[in-house]
């Protein structure tokens, strides 16, 4: 039998080389040197660009993380997620309340509370929130004990009328720790000389900075039995809750709500500081969509790098069409080329964007530090620091929008590559 019978035959002689086509002739164009360096200085110019709106975007959602979590911590840490009062004055049936509240199982923690509105005399005089807890039971609710600054909440004894203050409202006051201030209420008392505010002097025994100036310089603590003695109350004015999860508050108040009867009101840090939040929701969304157009025109140089491309590679393009290459591959040359630039400015853009997330706070004491600056002022603003909390979350969106707007860019320079037609590129080669 002859040998060569017995062979396979060979049906392709193909030599082997890197699949698939498209991407080895994109690659190539890649890193082969150009002989127009504008198309190669637009092509980096085209990777900074992308890398630029990538780091701007990621910074700023990062900040506007940062602020919406420090605005919820912080205000969440003086005021309760949600909380029971009465509709005709102090809450009567306490400890019916307390075990109603108490028994569901989203309630991590309940505490009785009075509020009033006072004038502050010590050295200089103000009006501030003066609330009366339970020291006990307080911290079962609210954070504030755990940024005391001088003193500890536990010296508000029954009796003792000892008094907390903000930081900025003792500063205010022109007082300090040691020192008395007077208090005058709203609270009428009748004397044979008319109806005089009830008024009553406290010793200071603490400082509390939450770094929130409404609270800091507008809220003083008192025993919740001082308060009450004070206004001529019964009984707290309301008892505040602290739940297992901050956005079940709603549904955890109508539930609240039905079991304590219609003498009861449950309200929630949702109802208070609604617009606060919607605020804050509403600015993160139009400054993701104000970047996201500085990101598509950024994406814009990409399109003229590849439309300079694919004038520059006409006789290329016209010689791979002679050997018999499609339209579509093509087409999917050039777009490897673009997706190429644009994932190198996206990588460059996650890394660096990520990194300036993490360090801005430090990045930011520093510049004030060195140039003797404030960016936001204690006096205005409720924070006072530039805070920054990366959500990687964010960071994926970002990059696949990115990558989205990238993919985009090639279509049309690359549909302008497929429709070369070989006669006319060659006519004057």
């Known amino acids: 039998m002859d040998d060569r019978a017995a062979r396979p035959v060979t049906t392709s002689s193909e030599p082997p080389m890197f699949r698939p086509l498209e991407l080895f002739i994109g690659l190539r164009y890649t890193r082969a040197k150009r002989r127009n360096q504008f198309i190669s200085f637009i092509s980096t110019v085209s990777i900074v660009c992308i890398a630029i709106s990538v780091i701007a975007l990621i910074t700023v959602m990062s900040v506007m993380n940062g602020f919406d979590y420090q605005m919820r911590s912080r205000i969440l840490g003086a005021v309760s997620q949600a909380t029971i009062t009465s509709i005709d004055g102090a809450v009567q049936d306490v400890p019916r309340a307390l075990q109603i509240a108490r028994a569901d199982p989203h309630v991590l923690g309940a505490a009785p509370y009075v509020k009033s509105e006072a004038m502050l005399l010590g050295r200089r005089?103000?009006?501030?929130?003066?609330?009366?807890?339970?020291?006990?039971?307080?911290?079962?609710?609210?954070?504030?004990?755990?940024?005391?600054t001088e003193g500890k909440l536990s010296e508000l004894t029954p009796n003792s009328w000892n008094i907390v203050l903000g930081r900025d409202l003792a500063t205010q006051l022109g007082v300090g720790v040691g020192d008395r201030v007077t208090m005058a209420v709203q609270e009428m008392r009748a004397t044979p000389m008319g109806g005089i505010p009830r008024m009553r002097s406290f010793h200071v025994v603490g400082t509390f900075q939450l770094g929130m100036q409404q609270f800091d310089s507008g809220l003083a603590l008192i025993n919740i039995g001082d308060a009450e003695k004070l206004n001529d109350l019964r009984g707290p004015t309301g008892i505040r809750l602290r739940l297992d999860d901050l956005f079940s508050?709603?549904?955890?108040?109508?539930?609240?709500?039905?079991?304590?009867?219609?003498?009861y009101g449950v309200s929630t840090w949702m109802d208070e500081n609604a617009n606060l939040f919607h605020a804050l929701s509403m600015e993160k969304l139009v400054m993701f969509?104000?970047?996201?157009?500085?990101?598509?025109?950024?994406?814009?140089?990409?399109?003229?790098?590849?439309?300079?491309?694919?004038?520059?590679?006409q006789a290329d393009i016209a010689i791979l069409r002679t050997l018999g290459a499609t339209p579509r591959s093509i087409m999917g040359t050039f777009m490897v080329?673009?997706?190429?630039?644009g994932f190198v400015g996206i990588g460059f853009g996650v890394g660096l964007g990520s990194l300036l997330s993490w360090k801005l706070p430090g990045i930011i004491k520093w510049i004030e530090h060195t140039f003797h600056v404030t960016f936001l002022s204690p006096d205005v603003y409720y924070i006072s620091e530039v805070p920054s909390r990366l959500d990687w979350h964010d960071v994926g969106w970002v990059a696949l929008l990115t990558f989205a707007f990238s993919l985009l860019a090639t279509i049309y320079p690359a549909w302008r590559a497929s429709r070369t037609q070989p006669a006319q590129a060659l006519r004057y080669e």
Do not use: C, F, W
């Open 125 to 148: 005089s103000t009006g501030a929130e003066v609330r009366g807890i339970d020291p006990a039971q307080e911290t079962k609710v609210v954070d504030i004990g755990q940024h005391m």
């Open 337 to 341: 080329q673009g997706l190429l630039v």
């Open 289 to 313: 969509i104000i970047l996201s157009l500085i990101v598509l025109v950024a994406v814009i140089n990409l399109i003229s790098m590849l439309m300079m491309l694919v004038t520059d590679k």
């Open 249 to 263: 508050a709603r549904p955890v108040a109508r539930e609240l709500s039905d079991k304590l009867g219609q003498y």
